[in-house]
């Protein structure tokens, strides 16, 4: 997946959805106008005479009836798009969803927890909400949300049933495509703007509903013919709803399904759970839950729309294009086939999933140190040799081009190292992650952890905000923390992101504002405070009115280069102990960036407040120059031929404040096995 194509082409679509919206409300306005004023019309003729009304009257009654219905759209729309602004799950829960606690034990929802939270480590992003729609038998899946911080993934009692891990997983991540790529924010602005078209055929129910129960029959008449006459204009708006959706959807389908084969490397997996739907008697059909208003965001098609109105290409197309050789006939006898095997195959799957897991990677991650420099080759594992070569000099802009590819698009090796990184958590600090009432202690005892020895005044500190309560629960999970390498702690914390945004508002606010004073307890903020600080903050605060962030900007390099080369010299600084390497770094990424730039490398002295100033501004670059960007810090990092464990937070720190998620930075293949300094 192209990411950055990805949002470009989001954002045309997303400027096409306003445009069929406009077109459509703007027909529908004028068909319910020259209605209501024939209908008028004719009533009117038949009370004052043969001459009935005038022009001018005929005119200003369609003016009204225009204003009216362009209001009605409007008002019910803006409500629609309102009741949306918390995000994701409240879709999930108004087709009613069941939200899967972080703690469960129950296997199915154990199983789809650890599928959902290694996708999410395998892209960079916190674990999704996790819904289960219990009522429906069919297999279907949505995502939902406006940005990755508060997204929300549903799934059907079928999927949980019906699925192996595998093609769960292939499901999963073509859920993650749609966060990923922009398709999610789209989907959810669907929703709010054809609620508005929607509502007039529901209003026009109503009206005739109402005037069949009245008692003046003559009077009712007039009511009834134009409640009559919207209804049949409002079956027009649901016309044009289902035509605009069917427009912007069909495609991104194929696409998520190809992005699910990139993240699994397993074309069978997304295959099978099609060929799934089409084997089982429910399909892909949602029986208790509203498919109308989100038929556009589900994994099948969970309405039944014919071709013309249909938001999925045909199911059989889906197929074909995953698995070119397969035949419709064929479906009667897998049907046949996997009744006969279908326990026996999920558990090989299963077991042979997790040994080929390990054999990628043989040393687990006892065989990466612990310290903060991890060798040279912990670079993109499929691109390491290419970065490492473009930083001996020759070949790195290409490198980094290609590095920058891999921004919200992990591939299978990620997916695997995701899976070995929450696997090794010390069982303790998992689940404390996966606790509603220990994910405030959790992060904290990262804190206090990353300070070292001098714990003490960190401590206290906790006691004094939280009480004595939550420094004993801090205290407890410290000790664990020397069996936790470094690489897993933005892995922790994508795991108990969900847990955390539950907490009251008030109670988050106060544990930012506690976060923020650790950080500066010790009068220096460590590039691990740092990164910690801003994407807790970052992700809290999207994550509670999510329908403000913006993920696409119209910006242009020219217009932000000075932030652009502060985010460059904090880079270079930070990756290179000598200050004319550094410099030499720095000008390499700013050369990548704007060949003509003078701007000379002048390190910030407040380098957190400078690169603070700097990001909101980054952010609201257009896509293709965000890419541009991207590839000239990376660029600038891998100068030395190498990432370090913190140098690569950082980076990734900055992506995320770009709303473009890096995926985890892989271990080389041929690291030896090393002993961990307290992993026993």
């Not at 009257?57 to 209001?71: F, I, K, M, P, Q």
């Not at 429906?136 to 911080?149: D, K, Q, R, V």
């Not at 999927?159 to 789209?186: K, P, T």
């Amino acid at each position: 997946m192209d990411f950055f194509g990805a949002q470009r082409r989001a954002l045309g679509q997303s400027k096409r959805l306003v445009a069929l919206f406009v077109i459509a409300v703007g027909l529908i306005v004028t068909v319910v106008a020259s209605v209501v004023a024939f209908a008028w019309g004719v009533f009117s003729a038949s009370e004052v005479g043969p001459a009935g009304p005038t022009a001018t009257d005929l005119l200003a009654v369609a003016a009204v009836a225009a204003l009216v219905t362009a209001a009605a759209i409007a008002l019910s729309s803006w409500i629609r798009t309102s009741q949306l602004r918390q995000g994701g799950g409240v879709i999930a829960l108004e087709l009613g969803g069941t939200p899967i606690p972080p703690d469960t034990t129950n296997p199915s929802y154990r199983r789809l927890r650890n599928v959902v939270e290694e996708m999410a480590i395998a892209s960079g992003v916190p674990v999704p909400d996790i819904y289960v729609l219990e009522q429906e038998a069919g297999i279907n899946a949505f995502a939902a949300g406006y940005t990755p911080s508060d997204a929300a993934i549903g799934v059907t009692r079928g999927c949980l049933e019906q699925l192996s891990r595998s093609e769960l997983q292939g499901v999963i991540a073509h859920e993650f495509s749609h966060i990923l790529n922009g398709d999610m924010r789209l989907n959810i602005r669907l929703i709010g703007l054809l609620f508005g078209i929607l509502m007039l055929s529901i209003l026009a129910r109503y009206a005739v509903h109402m005037s069949r129960g009245g008692r003046d029959s003559r009077g009712a008449v007039p009511v009834m013919v134009v409640a009559l006459a919207v209804m049949i204009v409002g079956s027009i708006g649901v016309f044009f709803g289902r035509l605009i959706k069917a427009g912007l959807s069909r495609q991104r389908e194929y696409l998520a399904d190809a992005s699910a084969v990139q993240f699994t490397r397993d074309n069978t997996a997304v295959a099978g759970a099609l060929k799934k739907i089409a084997m089982t008697a429910q399909g892909s059909q949602l029986v208790a839950a509203d498919g109308e208003q989100v038929s556009h965001m589900l994994f099948g098609d969970g309405v039944g729309y014919s071709r013309l109105f249909a938001t999925h290409p045909p199911l059989m197309e889906r197929i074909q294009r995953l698995d070119p050789g397969f035949r419709p006939e064929q479906i009667r006898e897998l049907a046949a086939q996997w009744q006969r095997r279908r326990k026996a195959e999920e558990d090989a799957a299963e077991a042979a999933e997790l040994y080929e897991t390990r054999a990628r990677f043989p040393g687990g991650l006892g065989a990466l140190p612990a310290t903060d420099a991890l060798p040279g080759g912990v670079v993109d594992g499929v691109l390491a040799g290419a970065v490492l070569a473009g930083g001996a000099g020759g070949g790195g802009e290409a490198a980094a081009g290609s590095v920058a590819r891999q921004v919200a698009n992990p591939g299978f090796d990620h997916v695997r190292y995701a899976e070995l990184l929450r696997g090794e958590l010390p069982e303790a600090l998992a689940h404390a992650a996966h606790m509603h009432d220990h994910a405030i202690d959790l992060v904290l005892a990262v804190l206090v952890d990353a300070a070292g020895r001098d714990r003490t005044r960190h401590l206290e500190r906790i006691e004094a905000d939280r009480g004595p309560d939550a420094r004993a629960a801090v205290e407890t999970l410290l000790p664990h923390f020397a069996r936790l390498h470094p690489v897993q702690r933005a892995p922790l914390l994508a795991i108990a992101f969900p847990a955390l945004k539950r907490r009251p508002a008030s109670e988050l606010k106060a544990f930012r504002e506690l976060v923020g004073a650790l950080i500066r307890l010790d009068g220096e903020v460590s590039l691990f405070e740092y990164v910690l600080g801003r994407e807790l903050e970052a992700h809290l605060v999207e994550a509670d009115d999510p329908s403000r962030a913006q993920l696409f900007g119209t910006m242009r390099l020219s217009e932000v280069l000075p932030e652009a080369a502060t985010a460059l010299a904090v880079l270079a600084m930070h990756g290179h102990e000598n200050i004319e390497d550094a410099r030499r770094a720095y000008l390499k990424g700013l050369y990548a960036l704007e060949p003509s730039a003078t701007h000379p490398f002048s390190p910030p002295g407040d380098w957190i407040r400078a690169l603070d100033d700097a990001l909101p501004k980054l952010d609201r670059l257009e896509p293709i120059a965000k890419e541009l960007l991207i590839e000239a810090l990376l660029l600038t990092v891998q100068h030395d031929g190498r990432i370090t464990l913190h140098e690569g937070e950082l980076l990734r720190a900055i992506c995320a404040a770009l709303h473009c998620p890096l995926p985890p930075f892989l271990p080389p293949g041929d690291v030896a096995p090393a002993e961990r300094s307290g992993a026993q």
